[in-house]
């Protein structure tokens, strides 16, 4: 569990760093990361841009088993509840820049990212960037950033390129976990052609039906039986299906509604 501490400091500026955190366990993670791309003849990294998979652990049952961690659970359970969502996980190889955005602008409910980056990274080659602070939606500095920094926006609005804007640089060792709020700005300068990074995403429990159905068709990008992979589901204890089950309650509108949508191959 975080302590109270971590906690101001998360909602205060919107990401956690925790050094060194799954040290032990990168080993087998890495490798099954690796293992993962081949399953699909579409994604075969060549370099010349991000190739990316959604319900990215949902494909590996070990992977699936970080949900079931008493650290990454103690880490959602301290920020979103212990009845928290689990909302997906992507696996990407990154081939160059990420300018800044958020993933989201979210009032009614927390979404969490934890981001395990899989390469030494610094300031020179890729290391996520963020603005602390940044994740306060109805604040003036959000509204500012919003006009005068999203995407490539300092370059008119500031004469700064992207890697100029003041920011904290978070350093990575493999083993390390970085979390930060959706709504945080967040960017990458520098990187190589094939910066790997996977993510779990875990927001608390949605109070409207409605808005979790749009949610999870948003967010589908692919064709699939139910929100969740086959091994994410079928390696699921009670435990873990606690944090599975309302997402699960919508596999059939899920289905229904994103039907039209190309399959993953
Ligand atoms: O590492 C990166 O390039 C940025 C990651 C990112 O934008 C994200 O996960 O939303």
Redesign the pocket.
């Known amino acids: 569990m975080l302590s109270e501490q971590q906690l101001h400091f998360f909602h205060t500026f919107g990401y956690l760093k925790f050094s060194g955190l799954m040290k032990d366990e990168i080993g087998w993670i890495t490798e099954e990361f690796t293992q993962v791309f081949p399953m699909f003849a579409s994604k075969i990294h060549d370099g010349t841009k ?1 190739t990316s998979i959604v319900a990215f652990i949902d494909q590996r049952e070990k992977l699936s088993s970080l949900i079931d961690d008493p650290r990454i659970n103690g880490i959602c359970t301290s920020l979103l509840g212990d009845d928290f969502n689990y909302m997906g996980s ?1 696996g ?1 190889y ?1 081939s160059g ?2 300018t800044w ?1 958020p ?1 989201d602008n979210n009032r009614e409910r927390l979404h969490l ?1 934890i ?1 395990f ?1 899989l390469d030494e990274l610094d300031h020179s080659n ?3 960037r963020v603005l602390p602070g940044s994740h306060h939606v109805d604040d003036r500095f959000n509204h500012d950033l919003r006009e005068k920094v999203f995407h490539k926006a300092s370059e008119k609005y500031l004469g700064i390129p992207g890697e100029d804007v003041p920011a904290v640089v978070v350093d990575n060792v493999p083993g390390d976990v970085l979390v930060f709020n ?1 709504n945080l700005y ?3 300068f520098g ?1 190589g052609k094939s ?1 790997r ?1 996977f ?1 779990l995403n875990c927001s608390q429990r949605f109070t409207d039906v409605e808005v979790l159905r749009s949610y999870i068709v948003k967010n589908a990008h692919f064709k699939r039986p139910s929100y969740y992979g086959q091994a994410m589901i079928a390696s699921a204890n009670p435990q873990r299906m606690k944090h599975l089950e309302q997402v699960m309650a919508q596999d059939d509108f899920f289905a229904e509604h994103t039907s039209d949508l190309p399959v993953m191959a």
């Open positions: 991000r992507d990407n990154y820049n990420t955005h993933d990212k981001a980056y890729g290391a996520l959706h967040h960017s990458a990187g910066r990074m993510t």
